[in-house]
């Protein structure tokens, strides 16, 4: 019997495994996950600095003339104290000298004979930065299980730090079933197919993250699939396509259970990829994708993408959507969990009119997919949908209903 798309991905959040992890250096770290919280050394800023090029005053000598004969500069260690009546020149980021009530731009001066002439309202403590205003000595700044960003490393980088542990690269190993199917880099005849699906995931795998590995295409026989399944033992993840249906050469799950494959669920209740599997070997999370290139497509994105990020020990492994609006009418599948691709434009989703599960075009085009509820019959112009991109990654900490209704 098929199991809902929400119990699928919670067993799959429940039976994968987590992979270790690795120390690099931060420069090599962008994109990966990591492992360990970061807790601050110390202050950020380290020291009272000014937020602008200025003066440093007195909040008492507003609207008078002060003398001013000294400079701070960037870099500088002060150890003059700025007495009333007098201003002190400083430039941005400079650290500020004692007894320092504000900073007045330089803008906000002008310059006469006798001085600098001070505007009529000064706020104490006005273009100052405060020692541990951004991030307080002791405080976590990057959690486990966050991804590190270009912004992330620069946090890294002002606490003086060069190497972190992040977790490894997930291994994922894809290999097609199908006497009829052919590598694109061969001659094929005119009752074959090029294996299109195998190069798909290995590109999008990368895409993810992940190092790849491309394993010959089985023929569909028990002992040539055991063979094929034996060779990708290695990976995290082994992924095939195709021949786990009903047909009379449909012997994938057979052939991973005989090698000793927990099956956890052999069918899933969405519209197109219902003959959808998933089970571990060991540590290796192997999971059974349709050979239609756009059903394949649709749950690779639904249930490999979260075993991803799942194994990956990132945080935010849930599926998060979008609520906007839908661009056309539409009639949908009665008692059916059912998928439509589509694009979405910043202001609406727009489903393709024709995706049918063997189509190749339409997954070019995707940036969303809707998941209609067996409820939904139809959909106005302008109603209200959610939808869970494919272009780009948009996760929550916590499982949400993602379906429209």
Known sequence: MAISIMKALQSIYMHVPKVGFEILPIEMTVGRILAQDKVASFDLPRFDNAAMDGYAVKCSDVGKTVQCTEVIYAGDNPQMTLQDTHAIKIMTGAPLPKGCEAIVPIENTTLNETGVVLPKEIYKNA????????????????????????????????????????????????????????????????????????????????????????????????????????SALGADIIITSGGVSMGDKDFTKEAFTALGMVLHFDKVDIKPGKPTAFGTLGKTAVINLPGNPLASMVNFELFVRAAIRKMSGESAYHHASLTTHIQTDISLQDAKYTVKLGHFDGQGFMPFEKQLPGMLSPLLKASAMMISTPQSKSLKKGDSVKILPIAWEFTGLEEEDFFTH
């Not at 405080?139 to 912004?151: D, P, S, V």
């Not at 490393?153 to 291994?171: D, N, Y």
């Not at 009752?191 to 895409?207: D, G, I, K, W």
Request: charged letters at 20%.
């Open 127 to 230: 273009h100052m930065r405060v020692a541990g205003e951004d991030i307080k000595r002791g405080e976590i700044y990057l959690h486990k299980g966050e991804r590190i960003t270009a912004y992330a490393s620069a946090l890294l980088a002002s606490q003086g730090v060069t190497h972190i542990s992040v977790t490894r690269r997930l291994k994922v190993a894809v290999f097609g079933t199908g006497d009829e199917l052919r590598p694109h880099f061969e001659h094929i005849a005119p009752h074959q197919l090029y294996n299109s699906n195998t190069p798909m995931f290995l590109a999008r795998a990368q895409e993810l993250g992940c190092e790849v590995s491309y394993i010959a295409g089985s023929a569909d026989t028990l002992e040539a699939l055991k063979t094929s399944i034996q």
